[in-house]
């Protein structure tokens, strides 16, 4: 085979294997407008949300990542994407790794583990990469307000 043929051969098969990455990665996402929706909705009074975001980056790109609140392995998060979580007041443990073996969730570095006390009616914004960074709002909402940043249907919250 010569090398133009060979060439664009191996073109046509990274290019379908980048797309079929892109259709595994889309299915877990919601629609615009869910996100929409998601982001002006107010928690109840006797609820706190707490968003995860995993910011899109080059690095690590095809990992998809599990997160825990609480010991229990609550979904999981791709590049560029967000869950958003509804939970009791009072305290959590955190957590993001890498899927393990056995279902569990292996802890990626000690800076992936913290723990929260959260306060109901208030909403609390995580950005996960080099570990659990806790945004403000306003930062939280820059991220997520981005095009690019996709809600995961994994999200846990029920909209009005």
Known sequence: MNKFLSCHLLRGVFVALILSLTAC?????????????A?????????????????????????????????????????????V???NPGKHQLLYGLPGNNGSCVLKSENARTELNSIPGKIYYYLLWSGINLLSGSEGKRYLDQPSVKMLESSRITLP
């Open 25 to 37: 990665y889309n299915a877990a996402v919601l629609p615009d407008s869910v996100k929409a929706k």
């Open 39 to 83: 982001l002006l909705s107010l928690p109840p009074s006797n609820k706190s949300y707490i968003y995860l975001i995993r910011e899109k980056r080059a690095q690590g790109a095809f990992d998809s990542w599990c997160f825990t609140i609480d010991n229990e392995i609550t979904g999981f998060i791709n590049n560029g994407t967000f869950v």
């Open 85 to 87: 979580a509804e939970v």
